[in-house]
């Protein structure tokens, strides 16, 4: 994951803490993005991430790989359902 933040920060000379803040910005589900800059470079740097536009594939891509795995019970009852209450399961 952090190889491919650098590439995309390479890539738009930016930095990864500016390419993680933007991908955080275009989640609509996010309000809002607390950053803990305690010099003024780390500041003008995060605020850099407001100019920075990921692409939808690059945001789909981030988002995947940052996926969580299916909460229990929905892991187990996967497992566990035959195949036939399984289909009578689906909408």
Same mark, same amino acid.
């Given at each position: +994951?952090?190889?491919?933040?650098?590439? +995309?920060?390479?890539?738009?000379?930016?930095?990864?803490?500016?390419?993680?803040?933007?991908? #955080? #910005?275009?989640?609509? &589900? %996010?309000?809002? @993005?607390?950053?803990?800059?305690?010099? *003024?470079?780390?500041?003008?740097?995060? %605020?850099?991430? +407001?100019?920075?536009?990921?692409?939808?594939?690059?945001?789909?891509? #981030?988002?995947?790989? $940052?996926? *969580?795995?299916?909460?229990?019970?929905?892991?187990?009852?996967?497992? $566990? @359902?035959?195949? %036939?209450?399984?289909? &009578?399961?689906?909408?």
């Amino acid at each position: +994951m952090l190889e491919r933040l650098r590439e +995309m920060a390479k890539s738009r000379n930016a930095s990864v803490a500016q390419i993680a803040i933007a991908w #955080l #910005l275009a989640k609509p &589900a %996010v309000s809002s @993005v607390i950053i803990g800059a305690s010099k *003024t470079q780390q500041l003008e740097d995060n %605020v850099g991430a +407001m100019n920075i536009d990921l692409s939808p594939e690059e945001l789909a891509e #981030l988002d995947s790989r $940052t996926a *969580t795995a299916i909460p229990y019970p929905g892991w187990f009852s996967a497992r $566990t @359902v035959d195949a %036939v209450h399984k289909a &009578a399961l689906q909408p």
